[in-house]
């Protein structure tokens, strides 16, 4: 491991010393290991022929281990949001009634696009920050179902805020609802058992915690979850995972897929497969941590509690009487790109990334550029 983090060249030219002493701490692009830029500056290929047969196989045979093995996963060209839209209209038939957990802005987005292509979508709130009770969901939706899927957020990534997955799909299998997963900021960065647990249909995107480029819609379809995708009435054109799995049978995608992007994955799941895939986790695990204590030091107060903290994002409040933009323009003055709230949120917190290729130096140097940017917010405000 060991890479600095990384931050594109201002001038879109090409990355300069300075760039390679920046922080990007966004959840999302997160910093791209050089083997992985390497990979993606490779010529690209005749995507009908032997070379990307062997890539599709490379590429698709690493992802499973990342999924619990088992099932089928898919790359389109798009972004985590395409992968939500794949999701909805691959699954779901117009007029039915789908139930989806909103515990931050991304299961928000997940609920409207779902509304956007005619289904009836009732929402499930938690306060953000927190995270659905099993108990408490389970009991709703005995109350208000039936349902023809359920969504969950798996990583809130504008909250900081993890799901017990494994309890969620224990509660919808029992109640045979199927559940639809977003990944987007969890795969690779955090244990995922899909077929185990219960899930129908993952999605996700190569930006976060896969440490690649963005530009890679995943998706992970259950084998017994296949009935449904045959059977789903929505309009699919571009996102049709029929004609992806039809393919594949090929070795091959429905049409000219994001090569560069392909090498690029490939190079990164070797990445995580030399690391292993529980020392991953592990390391996000001890770098989630590091941040909370870090940022307790400081004076700053967590969004998400300690029982729902996300291994891969924390988001937090600056100390009492410090205002969160200014905060964020004063770690920028130093080199470092966080993140500020969205929704709610917005104006009011700061949210940063921990997933991917990251170690505990570069936390830990990351703090201290936060402690000076508080220390120069202190003194204006003396000045002041």
Known sequence: MGDKFHKPARTGARTTARDEDEILLTPGPVPVPAEVREAAARQVINHRGAAFHRLYE???????????????PFLFPGSGTGALEAAVVNFFSPG?????????????????????????????????GSVPAPAELAAWLDRTGPFAG???????????????????????????????????????????????????????????CLMTPPGLAL??????????????????????????????????TPYTPALTLWYALEAALERIEAEGLEAVYARHRALATRWREGLRRLGCRLLAGDEAASPTVTAFYPPEGVDAAALLQALREL?????????????RILRVAHMGAVEAEQVDRALGLLQRALERLEQREARG
């Open 96 to 128: 039915e009634r789908v139930a989806a957990v909103v515990m931050g802005e991304f299961g928000h987005r997940w609920a409207s696009i779902a509304e956007t292509f005619g289904l009836t979508v009732e929402r499930y709130q938690v306060e953000w």
């Open 335 to 347: 080199g470092v790109e966080a993140a500020g709230g969205q929704g709610p949120l917005k104006g």
């Open 219 to 252: 998706l992970w379809v259950a084998p017994e979850a296949w009935e449904r995708v045959e059977a789903a009435a929505l309009p699919r054109a571009y996102w049709d995972l029929r004609e992806a799995r039809r393919a594949g049978e090929h070795r091959e």
């Open 58 to 72: 490379s590429v698709r045979s690493r992802l499973l281990p990342l999924f619990g093995g088992g099932g089928d």
């Open 150 to 208: 359920l969504l969950l957020t798996y990583n809130e990534t504008s909250t900081g805020a993890a799901a017990d997955l494994a309890a969620v799909g224990r509660l919808a299998r029992e109640r045979r609802i199927p559940l639809l997963v977003d990944a987007v900021s969890a795969l690779g960065g955090m244990p995922l058992e899909a077929e185990r647990w219960g899930v129908s249909l993952v999605a996700s995107a190569s930006q976060k």
